[in-house]
């Protein structure tokens, strides 16, 4: 492995990832800086050689990302990407195979494929980029648009309840997940790479804004004046505080979050619910998850959970290896005359 | 067993038996094993297991009936039988299914303890057929399978329930010493099965046997016959059902390409036999991923194939249809996939234990598009083998999907398999693209074949997918004139591989009044009843496709020597729709859409009705 550090030296930079194809996204589309956040972290955190990264999607504007990478990529069809993605890692456990996605294309279309991606475990990094809107079929309600929203197809407001899809990831059982905003590039940044670092299922979703067809739809989440109040950033180890003036926290009354007052002086920071990372149990992640669009409680960003256990691609491969060393390697000529044979003279 | 009976010996050259029973009497195994020790004995045979979609249907009812039926002969066998010689018969509800379709002067044999008036009832019999005129004309042999079974066991360990199981191994005994058939096969075989219980080891050891000897000492049976192994070619063979002769055939396929092999597959009847086949082979590296759906089978096998894998997926019918959009990404991604459709009676769920060849149009046109592939049909279970491999060079040498169908008869039906020599079968090995200098992603060879560059190979990043690609680059285009250009490529792609398929072979007189022209599972009926009519003097010979698109190149050629061209198929007529379209000639059809296997006496009928001038004008 002395060799491939030695390669890894050549240092490449976010050009070296952007490929020769212009960006056809809508201008001022949140899509770009998730794109330039990639190509941003991915000189540091990619630990292989670029060969080895492959990035799939299904469809949607965001399914276009592929062809912005300067890497093998496969632009597939409706949903599937976690599909297509599973049989290029089985294949080869070896690459480094990333999904971008959308809430329409991963959670409505694709929700199938996506659970069971992360049921399995599969080493597969999956970017959600969720705008709440169909932006690529020009404006119908989305699985993650919220109740009520009037849209092209729901003209007096839509009737059914949306997906939470952090909510969805930890209930199956996902191993490492997380949110994050494209209008704040250094979490943004920060999210990709620990899901580059992580051995298994990682799913991030993106609030991405739609400027078209669902514009503000994160406003309260990135403007000056409302983010720090709305915003709750998750850091492991650390009590839950927020607001303009660090001055908010999160405390468990029961199950139920709510937010103590840390300027009353009546609580302190003691007082508040610590965030972990890695707890085995998927609970804390859940209540945090479902914080999300309360309408008086802010909405985490950064990593709800990041657990460790066996991938499904390394788990074939292992099985692949046991089974072998039991039996010996096949020998097609036995496999053949299998168990009852005659001869015919 | 020191009396020694006086018995009659019959040499035979030819029976059909058929074993009926509840679907939970083990009638499959029963028929299984008796074909496995008469194919070790040197017969030719061919089986039909037919058998409810229900796993255990409510016991004694007429549609819990599973049957097996077997053709055995001393020389060469094309089909399972039109009729069955020889009926066992467990209970009455499998005597009442199955009494219509035997031989006249047929033999039945039936488990007397099972003809109670509950029963009775359960099968719709107003009395009971074994002591009125229901049975007059048939050799009727009336044994107590049940209580004779449980004699035996007396002692047992195992329950009353246990013990009444192991009758079906007292009604193999008894077929055994009736047809002259060594025993040592099937105790190899329950030895194994059963490893873990001694005690159900012991039992049916000794059902096996007690029905063996009941034969040679009871007084009903006072003949016994002999049938002699059939002239086959030399060699060493093995009896094998065309779902493992396939996955045997992929796993070649495998070598001979020197791929690892990949299945994304989701379990669906009749198709599901092969994705445990396939799992099964873990020390060869074949990787197996059972898929959340259908869908997921068949995109992760086009990832796979994208990563460098022979890929596959394996369905049927219903799982076909939700196939169909991704094998239309395959066709643009240019990617080498094997799509395999083992066909059951359609539409929709229909008859999920039947078979039938109605998904030939959906195979051939059922895309979005323009989108052709390639589409194999196996005709016998031992075809299976060859088509896989077959399939697989396509796939691979074009960078194209493969549909292969095959269904619900060969799949499940065995014959004895003349066990190839490996270095026999071809090197099917393609090269991946390695060099960097004049790559192009749609940059195609001699046979419009795009290079295959998989990831991980340095330099050659680039992006593909299902919207248009521009010629060469490969890029995304919505040029109009490109896409005219790529739609033809895609299609010539697919033409030109008729240039590297075999001709099709006429079985009889190159020319002559009729051709009886089929595809995939009715080969061995056609075969059969073409043979028949021939022997009384028609001038009819028999052509079989193997490739339905492309046609292989000749055979405009050949239908057009014979006056008439007729084609039987278990559908409403889908070969015949693509060759009237293709070559706007007019055929004669013959359809028969019971999800069961044409029987050769209703085509021979078909072809002497066309041939006596009367037929039907």
Redesign the interface.
């Known amino acids: 492995m002395a060799t491939n550090d030695e390669v890894k030296e050549k240092k490449l930079t976010a050009k070296d990832f952007a ?1 020769d ?1 212009d960006v056809r996204w809508c201008p001022g589309c949140g899509d770009y800086s998730i794109l330039a956040q990639v190509q941003r972290t991915f000189p540091e955190i990619i630990k292989k ?6 990035w ?2 299904g ?1 949607g504007c965001s399914s276009r990302f ?2 912005y ?9 409706h949903g ?1 990407a976690p ?10 456990p ?2 480094d195979v990333w999904v971008a996605t959308g809430d329409g294309d991963l959670l409505s279309i694709g929700g ?2 996506f659970i ?1 991606a992360c049921r399995k475990n599969i080493d597969l990094k999956i970017l959600l980029f969720n705008n709440r809107i169909y932006g690529l079929t020009k404006g119908q309600y989305s699985p993650t648009s919220e109740k009520g929203k009037i849209t092209k197809t729901t003209p007096f407001g839509s009737v059914d309840y949306p997906f939470n899809p952090v909510s969805l990831a930890i209930g199956a059982n996902a191993t490492f997940v997380a949110r994050t905003i494209d209008r704040n590039p250094k979490h943004l940044q920060e999210m990709i790479r620990r899901a580059g670092e992580h051995k298994g299922l990682a799913f991030i979703e993106i609030f991405q804004n739609c400027n078209i067809f669902n514009d503000g739809a994160f406003s309260l989440l990135t403007e000056k004046d409302t983010k720090d109040d709305s915003v709750l950033v998750l850091e492991h180890g650390k009590p839950m505080v927020f607001g303009k003036d660090s001055d908010k926290g999160i405390k468990l009354d029961g199950v139920k979050p709510i937010i103590v007052d840390l300027a009353s002086g009546s609580y302190s920071k003691d007082d508040l619910l610590v965030h972990d990372e890695f707890s085995d149990e998927p609970i804390l992640a859940m209540i945090l998850a479902h914080m999300t669009d309360h309408p008086n409680l802010p909405t985490p960003i950064g990593v709800f959970r990041q657990i460790l256990r066996e991938t499904y691609d390394g788990g ?1 491969r292992d ?2 290896n046991m ?2 060393e ?5 020998d ?2 036995k ?4 168990a ?6 | 067993m020191d009396e020694v009976k006086d018995k009659k010996v019959e040499k035979l050259s030819d029976v059909t038996v058929r074993f009926a029973g509840d679907s939970g009497d083990g009638m499959q195994l029963t028929g299984t094993q008796f074909s ?1 020790t008469t ?4 017969n030719d045979l061919s089986t039909l297991p037919d058998y409810p979609a229900e796993i255990r249907a409510p016991a004694g009812t007429l549609y819990g009936v599973s049957g097996f039926q077997l053709h055995f002969s001393s020389i060469h066998v094309n089909t399972p039988g039109d009729v069955p010689d020889v009926l066992v018969a467990m209970n009455p509800a499998a005597l009442k299914k199955n009494l219509t379709e035997l031989n006249p002067n047929g033999t039945i044999i039936v488990n007397t303890d099972s003809f109670d008036p509950k029963n009775l009832k359960l099968a719709r019999y107003e009395s009971n057929p074994l002591e009125d005129n229901t049975l007059d004309g048939y050799h009727v042999y009336k044994v107590p399978i049940s209580s004779l079974t449980s004699n035996a066991l007396e002692g047992s360990p195992l329950s009353v329930k246990e013990v009444g199981r192991c009758k079906n191994f007292f009604a193999l005994g008894m077929m055994y010493w009736l047809y002259n058939r060594p025993l040592e ?1 099937t105790q190899e075989w329950l030895k194994k099965k059963f490893a873990k219980n001694k005690d159900l080891v012991d039992a049916n050891l000794k059902a096996l046997q007690a029905g063996y000897n009941f034969g040679e000492i009871t007084e009903i049976f006072t003949t016994r016959y002999v049938v002699e ?1 059939a002239q ?9 059902s065309g779902n493992e002769a396939l996955s ?1 055939g992929f ?2 396929a495998s ?1 001979k390409s020197k791929l ?1 092999l ?1 299945l ?1 597959s989701y379990p669906i009847t009749p198709a599901s036999e092969i994705l445990q086949y396939l799992s099964s ?7 197996t ?1 059972q ?3 259908e ?2 089978g068949v ?11 022979l ?1 596959l997926t394996t369905t049927s019918g219903p799982g076909m249809a939700l196939k169909t ?2 094998i ?2 395959a066709v643009m ?1 240019e990617l080498p996939i094997v799509i395999v459709d083992v066909q059951r009676g359609g539409p929709s769920t229909g008859l999920p234990t039947k078979t039938e060849q109605a998904d030939l149009l959906q195979a051939v046109y059922g895309r979005n598009g323009e989108a052709p592939v390639a589409v194999l049909a196996a005709c016998t279970p031992t075809d299976c083998f060859y088509q896989a491999i077959e399939a697989s060079r396509i796939a691979l040498k074009y960078m194209t999907p493969v549909i292969l169908l095959t269904d619900g008869y060969i799949a499940n039906g065995s014959e004895p398999w ?3 020599e ?1 270095d026999d079968l071809p090197d099917i090995s393609v090269p991946f693209r390695t060099e960097k200098e004049g790559f192009y992603p749609y940059l195609r060879n001699e046979n419009l074949a795009r290079p295959w560059a ?14 248009e690609k521009a010629d060469i680059t490969g ?2 285009n919505y040029d109009p004139d490109n896409h005219n250009k790529m739609v033809n490529l895609r299609n010539k792609k697919i033409k030109n591989i008729a240039n590297d398929i075999p001709d099709l072979k006429v079985d009889g007189d190159e020319s002559g009044d009729l051709l009886v022209l089929g595809w995939g599972g009715t080969y061995g009926t056609l075969k059969d009843a073409v043979k028949r009519a021939r022997a009384a003097g028609y001038k009819v010979s028999q052509a079989h496709l193997r490739y339905i698109n492309p046609l292989p190149k000749n055979t405009g050629g050949v239908l057009k020597k014979f006056d008439k061209v007729l084609i039987p198929e278990i559908n409403l007529g889908q070969l015949a729709k693509l060759i009237k379209s293709e070559f706007v000639i007019e055929v004669e059809q013959f359809n028969l859409v019971r999800g069961l296997p044409l029987k050769s006496k209703d085509v021979l009928e078909k072809i002497t009705e066309l041939l006596g001038g009367n037929n039907g004008n």
């Open positions: 490929s194809q050689d670029v060969e080895k990264i492959v799939i999607s469809i592929p062809y990478m300067n890497t093998y990529g496969f632009h597939g069809i599937r599909a297509i993605a599973t049989g290029v890692k089985v294949a080869n070896d690459l199938n494929h069971h074939i099985q692949i089974v072998t039991k039996r010996g390697k096949g097609l000529a496999m053949l005359y299998g009852n044979t005659w001869e015919v003279n | 496995d194919a070790w004995v040197g096969k192994p086959l070619p030399k060699g060493k063979y093995r009896n094998i045997l796993l070649t070598v690892p990949f994304g082979y873990k020390n060869f590296g074949v990787k991923v898929a959340e759906d869908i997921a995109t992760s096998a086009i990832g796979a194939a994208f990563a460098g894998s890929a959009e991704a239309g990404l991604t003349k066990i190839p490996l998989i990831p991980g190979t340095p330099g050659l990043e680039h992006r593909i997918g299902g919207l890029n995304v």
